[in-house]
C-alpha cells in the first residue's frame, strides 16, 4: 500500500542531544514537508521540499535541519539548539498539481 | 501572526443534528482551502476542500461554504455521528508555482459527537 511511513513513532531524548525522526514514503510525490503540532497551536510548517537536492524553511525552523538526498525520504533532525523540541512532529508529501497533503501517523518526541 | 483561525476550541453535538465548524482568514492571496480531520496520536487525513472559484463544495456528509467577502469559510457534517468526533483543522494555501502544499493549518476545534 502506498503511504508515508515516520519512525519512531515515540521517542525521548535527553536535552543536548540531537534526534533524528525518519520519514519516508512510496507515493512518487515531489513535495515533501514537516509540520509541528503543539496544544491549542495547530500546525506549523518547519521545512518542506519541492524537488530533491532543495529545501526550504518554514514558518519555525530554527533548530532543526533537514536532507532530501532521496525524493522517498525527508529525515528531520532536532537539534539541541531548538528550545522547546517536546512535539508532535507530522510529516506529509503532496503531488504538485493537487496540492492536497498526504500524512504520516507523526512522531512524538519528549525530552526529559 | 495567525493568518487562518479557528476561534471555536471545541464543539459539541448531538447524533444525528448537524455539526457546523468555522474557519476566518485574513491572508486574501489564499485560493485554496482544505478542511482536515484528525484523531488522537494519527496524522491529519483529508476531508474536503475548495477553491476559490466556488462558494461550495459537498461530498457526502460533508459540505464546505467558503464566503470570500468575508474570507470565511464553514464545514458542515450532517447528519453528525460520533464516529465524525476529532479535530477539525481547517487550512488554506495559495494555488500554483511552488506554494502547492504549503498549507497554513488553523489552531483546529475539538468536535465531540454524543449519543
Known amino acids: 500500500d502506498g503511504g508515508i511511513t515516520q519512525s519512531p513513532k515515540y521517542l525521548f531524548r535527553k536535552e543536548g542531544q540531537n534526534v533524528t525522526l525518519s520519514c519516508e514514503q512510496n507515493?512518487?510525490?515531489?513535495?515533501m514537508y514537516w509540520y509541528r503540532q503543539d496544544p491549542g497551536q495547530g500546525l506549523r510548517l518547519i521545512y518542506y521540499?519541492?524537488?530533491?537536492?532543495?529545501?526550504q524553511k518554514g514558518d519555525i525552523a530554527e533548530g532543526y535541519s533537514v536532507s532530501r538526498e532521496k525524493k522517498e525520504s525527508f529525515p528531520l533532525t532536532v537539534t539541541s539548539a531548538q528550545k522547546n523540541p517536546t512535539a508532535f512532529y507530522l510529516c506529509?508529501?503532496?503531488?504538485?498539481?493537487?496540492?492536497?497533503?498526504?500524512f504520516g501517523e507523526g512522531s512524538r518526541l519528549t525530552v526529559l | 501572526d495567525q493568518q487562518v483561525k479557528q476561534n471555536s476550541p471545541s464543539l459539541s453535538v448531538q447524533e444525528g443534528r448537524i455539526s457546523i465548524l468555522n474557519c476566518d482568514y485574513t491572508?486574501?492571496?489564499?485560493?485554496?482551502f482544505l478542511w482536515y480531520k484528525k484523531y488522537p496520536a494519527e496524522g491529519p487525513t483529508f476531508l474536503i476542500s475548495?477553491?476559490?472559484?466556488?462558494d461550495k463544495n459537498e461530498d457526502g456528509r460533508f459540505t464546505v461554504f467558503l464566503n470570500k467577502s468575508a474570507k470565511h469559510l464553514s464545514l458542515h457534517i450532517v447528519p453528525s455521528q460520533p464516529g465524525d468526533s476529532a479535530v477539525y483543522f481547517c487550512?488554506?494555501?495559495?494555488?500554483?508555482?511552488?506554494?502547492?502544499?504549503?498549507?497554513?493549518f488553523g489552531q483546529g476545534t475539538i468536535l465531540t459527537v454524543h449519543p
Open positions: 506529509a508529501s503532496s503531488r504538485q498539481i493537487t496540492g492536497e497533503l498526504f
Open positions: 507515493l512518487n510525490h515531489d513535495a
Open positions: 521540499s519541492q524537488i530533491v537536492n532543495d529545501f
Open positions: 491572508n486574501s492571496m489564499f485560493d485554496y
Open positions: 475548495i477553491s476559490s472559484i466556488k
Open positions: 487550512a488554506a494555501s495559495i494555488a500554483g508555482g511552488t506554494s502547492y502544499g504549503k498549507l497554513t
